[in-house]
């Protein structure tokens, strides 16, 4: 990430060294830093802590402006306020309209970071006010730019991204026309910020590597280094981590040949922060330890440390994490009072907090922890910085939960959500609407909790797109701060248990909420709020009079599934008590059992419960409304497993249901599939690549394809990814069919298919498929993944292909859970195009029911782990 102020203090040096050489020059300041570095969009990982003072013989003048700087700099932002509208008064007086205007924009900066909007829109509005009655001139035109970043700054943070594009692209012109290719480099960064958070990621990308040329062809310097580290990180963001690591290893390689102690070890903490995310543990401990053994400010040392301190706990490395704590106490000691200094120990207390309730030996007490919290929230009163103040409230209240002393934690939550939404924090204060309605949970109050649940939900659905952009000084982690917020809510509504009677508002509640949580760990797992509800889920579960839908969902105590039959109104549910260990455990062992030759008997007793938990509640009632097709919104472990291999004791559900899975109905809009002249764009690799072994019955899958519909074939080296993308963009093809190796992971970074120059992301592919609009006439209706599985180890491997399905913007995925013989494969695909092709009428899940039957009733492959592994997600018809 740039730096904000990366360069601050080597700026004031040199500035100091000139004004002593130059004392007879005029007072006022021409653009001393024009602006303060306003650019960086996300938080840096380590943020300047003013150290030395400023010199007291300055013309005041200059100095107000340096310490201005200097305070805002070090986080010390009420403080930078005073300076700032101090200095704004007597630029007034002057009657120095151009640094005047400057000033005001500074002043902007300072009002948005404490959450001062209305006075931050108005300071930006007064400041092009005055440049608007200024001649033309270079000085004018670069505060004039600058300040419209801060525009853009402003309007971004208040979620109207299309104006904050708008308003950096009028920058990026005048940047361009005065030369100032640095700030340019800086503004494209943000302009690619905000076409992610309007979701076009191609535009995006396209400007993030335009970005990359660009600094790659400078000299080395600070502003390379830098501006480098700010790519790779908005890469990370965005879940390209391989080539995130790429470019910070680069910027490393800048700031190592430049002797920059500062941003080697920033350019080492991001490359630590993105090998972290890939689960490479040896890669991050050690770029700590390279970083470690470099001199850098207190400011950047106490982040190196609380990341490190953070990665031993989530590595269970619980000694290791008791001997670093004392340095980190030490360190958080020394430093003076800023933001970055409140966050650091509220950090630090979180993490204390986790490690004592994880390992008992020798760790800080919670009175000691409770202390820290304490400062916390003193010096962030003493900055007047409401935003710090209320995270450091508000986590001492969750500290006082921890250890039951509720009412003192509900007073604490109360005054931190006041703050909260004082300053329209909403990412803080969902925080605190959650944890009030855990402390109302806990002192029984249901309806009022479920009020506090509901709303921290509504603030996280406008957050959607600032949720993977939250501050890393602070703990945030989609399993830990988001996903619970969802299933306890859940477990709220459907509280009464059992199969008694609940209100019908609260069933539909209940469904809804996991609908949400559905399209939440999909936009986690793209690290982009991505995807967007197209229809009613009320609508699509009424457009086919034989489908019911069913949402099972796993909860701490219970296995809960809310189930929605055709032509009625009212959602039915039932509950089995079971506990959540059990369920995974029993989900796992089908899973690792069902691809397995010789274990029928136990893979048909496994799924038999699953079926006694999911099904058998509900058979004579989906006899009753004569349900033809199952649609499952599945969740969590039970994506591993195939539904079709359930097992009643006589019968697999398949050969009851044609049988199909949602990652959320509102996601897709259910239309049947076009047969009139239906055109495939077929593509595999039956030779071995890149590591991947042969598949030599694809080019008969191929050819057996294009026996029964029109087909563009591309087989081996054929099938690149620039061939894939120039036919996808030439002819409106229906369907789309890879019949090559694939793997899907919770990790979308590890979610791709093969070609043969290469592997496919996820993200890539979808910018293939995405081509055409979804909603145009050659909007791919199938996309066909035949010798895909899930990866090995990955208990969450399933939402990648829920993810691939939702991305791709194709209406309907069929893919595979495991790698199977490709021979039945073969036969399996080609009766499911002769299916489609001569049968006019039958839904895709139809089709795909009897092409796994034709496998079923073969003795060759009537095992579950040649049939079962097939999946179609989205729309069934």
């Known amino acids: 990430m740039v730096d904000r102020f990366g360069e601050f203090w080597r700026r004031v040096q040199r500035k100091l060294r000139q004004l002593q050489a130059t004392a007879q020059r005029r007072a006022s300041v021409i653009i001393l830093v024009a602006l303060f570095n306003v650019t960086a969009i996300l938080p840096s990982t380590a943020q300047m802590v003013a150290e030395n003072s400023l010199a007291s013989d300055l013309p005041n003048t200059e100095n107000v402006v ?83 970043d801060v525009q853009g700054r402003w309007q971004l943070a208040r979620g109207q991204a299309e104006a904050a594009l708008t308003t950096w692209q009028q920058a990026a012109d005048i940047y361009t026309q005065i030369g100032y290719k640095d700030k340019f480099t800086r503004n494209r960064i943000n302009s690619a910020k905000a076409l992610q958070v309007l979701g076009l990621y191609p535009q995006a990308r396209k400007i993030l590597t335009e970005v990359q040329q660009s600094l790659t062809s400078l000299p080395d310097s600070l502003l390379k280094a830098t501006g480098l580290r700010s790519l790779g990180d908005v890469l990370r963001v965005v879940g390209d981590l391989d080539e995130s690591r790429l470019v910070l290893k680069h910027s490393l390689e800048v700031a190592s040949s430049l002797g920059a102690n500062q941003e080697k070890t920033e350019a080492l903490l991001s490359l630590a922060n993105t090998a972290r995310v890939q689960g490479d543990t040896q890669a991050t401990l050690d770029f700590y330890k390279q970083a470690a053994a470099v001199s850098v400010p207190p400011s950047t040392r106490i982040q190196l440390l609380l990341n490190q301190f953070s990665f031993l706990l989530e590595t269970k490395q619980w000694s290791a994490a008791v001997a670093l704590s004392p340095q980190i106490q030490s360190e958080i000691s020394k430093l003076p009072p800023s933001r970055m200094a409140v966050y650091a120990r509220i950090n630090f207390a979180q993490n204390l907090a986790r490690l004592k309730q994880k390992f008992t030996t020798d760790t800080s007490s919670w009175l000691d922890i409770a202390q820290l919290l304490a400062k916390a929230v003193e010096q962030a009163q003493s900055l007047e910085d409401k935003r710090a103040e209320s995270y450091a409230k508000g986590t001492l209240g969750w500290l006082y939960e921890q250890t039951g002393q509720f009412t003192d934690a509900k007073n604490l939550t109360e005054k931190a959500l006041f703050i909260a939404q004082s300053i329209e924090a909403s990412d803080i204060g969902y925080q605190w609407e959650w944890q009030l309605g855990r402390l109302l949970k806990t002192k029984g109050d249901t309806k009022l909790a479920i009020s506090y649940y509901s709303q921290a939900i509504k603030t996280l659905q406008s957050l959607r797109s600032d949720l993977v952009a939250i501050n890393p000084e602070i703990q945030f982690s989609f399993r830990e701060n988001v996903e619970p917020v969802y299933r306890e809510l859940v477990e709220l509504l459907l509280q009464a248990g059992g199969n008694t009677e609940l209100p019908p508002d609260n069933l539909k509640q209940a469904r809804n909420v996991i609908e949400s949580l559905q399209l939440a760990e999909l936009d986690n797992f793209f690290r982009q709020a991505c995807l967007t509800a197209k229809v009613e889920i009320d609508q699509v579960a009424e457009l086919d009079q034989t489908a019911a839908v069913l949402y099972p969902i796993i909860l701490p105590d219970r296995l809960e599934v809310i189930l929605k039959l055709p032509g009625q109104k009212n959602l039915k549910h039932y509950a089995t008590n079971i506990v959540k260990l059990e369920v995974e455990s029993t989900l796992s062992q089908l899973r690792e059992n069902i691809t397995q030759p010789h274990t029928q008997r136990m893979v048909q007793s496994l799924s038999g419960r699953v079926y006694d938990w999911l099904i058998r509640p509900e058979e004579a009632d989906l006899a009753e409304n004569k349900v033809k097709t199952l649609v499952f919104v599945l969740d969590g472990a039970l994506r591993n497993v195939p539904m079709a291999s359930l097992y009643d004791g006589k019968q697999y559900l398949l050969e009851k249901y044609a049988i199909s899975l949602s990652p959320g109905l509102q996601l897709f809009d259910p239309k049947p599939l076009p047969r009139k002249r239906l055109q495939a764009l077929t593509a595999g690799l039956s030779e071995a690549r890149l590591g991947f072994s042969a598949l030599p019955n694809v080019e008969r899958e191929l050819k057996q394809i294009q026996s029964q519909v029109g087909t563009q074939v591309l087989l081996n080296q054929q099938f690149t990814s620039q061939a894939l993308e120039k036919q996808m963009k030439s002819l409106p093809f229906k369907v789309v069919h890879l019949a090559t190796h694939g793997q899907f992971s919770s990790n979308a970074d590890k979610t791709f298919i093969v070609a043969w120059d290469k592997q496919i992301k996820v993200n890539e592919l979808s910018d293939f498929l995405r ?107």
């Not at 005001?104 to 108005?122: C, H, M, P, V």
């Not at 013989?821 to 839904?843: V, W």
């Not at 073969?858 to 040649?866: A, E, G, L, S, T």
């Open 771 to 877: 081509i055409r609009e979804e909603n145009k006439p050659s909007a791919v209706e199938l996309l066909v993944l035949s010798a895909c599985q899930t990866a090995n180890g990955d208990n969450r491997a399933a939402l990648g292909l829920a993810g691939v399905a939702v991305r791709a913007g194709a209406r309907s995925t069929l893919a595979s859970l495991w790698n199977v013989d490709d021979e039945s494969t073969a036969m399996l695909m080609s009766q499911f195009y002769q299916e489609l092709a001569l049968t006019p009428t039958i839904t895709k899940a139809e089709a795909l029911r009897h092409a796994q039957l034709a496998l079923l009733q073969n003795p060759r492959y009537q095992r579950p782990m040649f049939w079962a592994p097939y999946v179609l997600v989205g729309n069934w018809l």
């Open 66 to 148: 340096l310490q201005g700087e200097a305070l805002y700099s070090a986080q010390r932002f009420g403080d930078a306020v005073k300076i700032l509208q101090q200095q704004n008064a007597t630029y007034a007086a002057n009657g120095d309209k151009l640094q005047q205007a400057m000033t005001l924009s500074n002043l902007s900066l300072a009002y948005q970071e404490l959450g001062r909007w209305t006075e931050a829109l108005e300071a930006i509005a007064s400041s092009l006010k005055l440049l608007q009655s200024l001649n033309n001139s270079k000085q004018r035109a670069e505060i004039l730019a600058q300040t419209l």
